[in-house]
């Protein structure tokens, strides 16, 4: 608190003496101007020798050098100001500075964000961002753990993005033999299939008395039984059959052409239903 | 072996089934009952010479029947035994030789009315199995009276009642 109360005094004190000096400049120069002008310009004094006319010479002089200095100046100062500048700052903790000097509350309300990142070239930003060194970086599983999921997908209006999902183009992609030999369908349809359900449909579906004719036929299972069993039906009677309906046709057909007929004879028989047989 | 589908039936002869037999077919089966009459007659000569001889074998002489007692006796015997085999199973011996079978007018075996009147009209009257070659429809004069059929049947059992297998 003493070191700020000096301060303060001396910096008072200071303003005081520099507002009477200005004062002071202010009247000696409204009362020297007079007197200026007799100095510059004597009217006893020849005019090519009047003061004035030197400083005239010098001005010109100076004009004339003023630009060549200048350029020496700035070339000196560029060497100069930046080591002189990088010692200022490596000394004078800028941060610390800034951070008590400069509202940066008020800098940041002052700054037009929107233009500036109109300005922004994002592509080439995200073009110069190593992503997989920062994915790397990322701990998955902690931001994982802070998320509410169940918030952020109660949040999420599910139906549009499902409308934009092509289904088909997804299905294609699949590789659904590998998606297959994962799966143990035998016991996914052991546990989820009605078997019995299953096996009746199928069954319903099936003409199995038709399907066992036609395998007894294909593999002819009366002449395996004939064979078996020795029959009546045995070979030289069925033989003797055979040609007996030969022989029938042959006399029939004979006769018919005898007595100038024409078409087959209407030899079919009466019969009723078998008992077991449901067609009338 | 079930009758729901399954024929014991060969197949080549599938076609003929529950077809009218025509003219040879039957008539073979018809001298195999001839045969089968003939011999049950001979077989009742015998047991007569068998009786007479037991009971007087002194005076035993083989008998001699006359034409008109073994007429009879013949038509006798086919009478009876086409009546019990029509009736019984539709089939006389012959006629399971021959693969036959004697059907009424809806296919039905035939009753023993039917059988008797059948077995009498075709003892007094034989020849009118020959219509069978004449008839378009491969009937006997038998048939066509009593409106009976005779069809290919080669199901090797049937029961009495039972209609003839169509193939």
């Known amino acids: ?280 | 072996m079930s009758e729901g589908g399954v024929s014991p039936v060969p197949r080549e002869a599938r076609p003929y089934q529950g077809q009218r037999a025509g003219l040879v077919t039957r008539l073979v089966a018809a001298v195999i009952d001839g045969l089968v009459v003939a011999l049950v007659l001979s077989a009742g000569y015998v047991a007569l010479t068998a009786v007479i001889f037991l009971v007087d074998p002194r005076g035993f002489s083989f008998p001699q029947p006359r034409l008109v007692f073994s007429l009879a006796m013949g038509f006798l015997v086919l009478v009876v035994y086409f009546t019990i085999a029509w009736r019984i199973s539709g089939r006389t011996y012959g006629s399971l030789v021959m693969g036959l079978r004697v059907v009424g007018y809806r296919g039905e075996n035939l009753r023993v009315v039917g059988a008797f009147v059948r077995a009498l009209f075709c003892a007094v009257f034989p020849i009118g199995l020959v219509w069978v070659a004449v008839s378009r429809e491969n009937r006997s004069v038998q048939d066509i009276v009593l409106r009976t059929s005779v069809v290919y049947d080669w199901q090797p059992k049937a029961a009495p009642g039972s209609p003839p297998a169509p193939g």
Do not use: F
């Not at chain 1, 020496?72 to 008590?100: G, Q």
């Not at chain 1, 590789?175 to 009746?200: F, I, K, M, N």
């Open chain 1, 1 to 280: 608190m003493r070191s700020r109360a000096t301060v303060d005094v001396a910096v008072g004190a200071s303003a005081l003496v520099l507002e009477v000096v200005a004062v002071a400049a202010r009247g000696a120069g409204s009362a020297l101007r007079p007197v200026a002008s007799v100095v510059l310009r004597p009217p006893v004094v020849p005019r090519r020798l009047h003061p004035a006319r030197l400083l005239d010479v010098l001005g010109r002089e100076g004009a004339e050098r003023r630009e060549p200095l200048r350029e020496a100046l700035s070339r000196r100062l560029d060497v100069l100001v930046p080591a002189v500048l990088a010692e200022v700052l490596r000394r004078a903790h800028l941060t610390e500075m800034v951070l008590r000097y400069v509202d940066l509350d008020e800098v940041v309300a002052g700054v037009d964000l929107d233009a500036a990142a109109a300005r922004l070239d994002v592509e080439g930003v995200v073009r110069r961002v190593d992503l997989d060194a920062v994915a790397r970086r990322i701990d998955v599983d902690a931001v994982a753990a802070r998320l509410d999921l169940d918030k952020v997908v109660g949040r999420v209006d599910v139906d549009p993005v499902v409308a934009r999902v092509d289904v088909d183009a997804v299905a294609a992609r699949l590789d659904l033999g590998r998606v297959l030999d994962r799966l143990d369908l035998t016991s996914v349809v052991l546990e989820r299939v009605d078997l019995d359900a299953l096996v009746e449909a199928i069954l319903g579906r099936i003409d199995l008395v038709g399907l066992a004719e036609e395998v007894i036929d294909a593999v002819d299972l009366p002449e395996i039984i004939r064979e078996s069993t020795g029959s009546m039906a045995s070979d030289t009677v069925r033989g003797a059959r055979m040609q007996g309906i030969a022989a029938d046709e042959a006399v029939g057909r004979a006769v018919d052409r005898l007595l100038l007929r024409r078409g087959r004879r209407a030899t079919d028989a009466p019969t009723i239903p078998r008992q077991n047989d449901r067609t009338p």
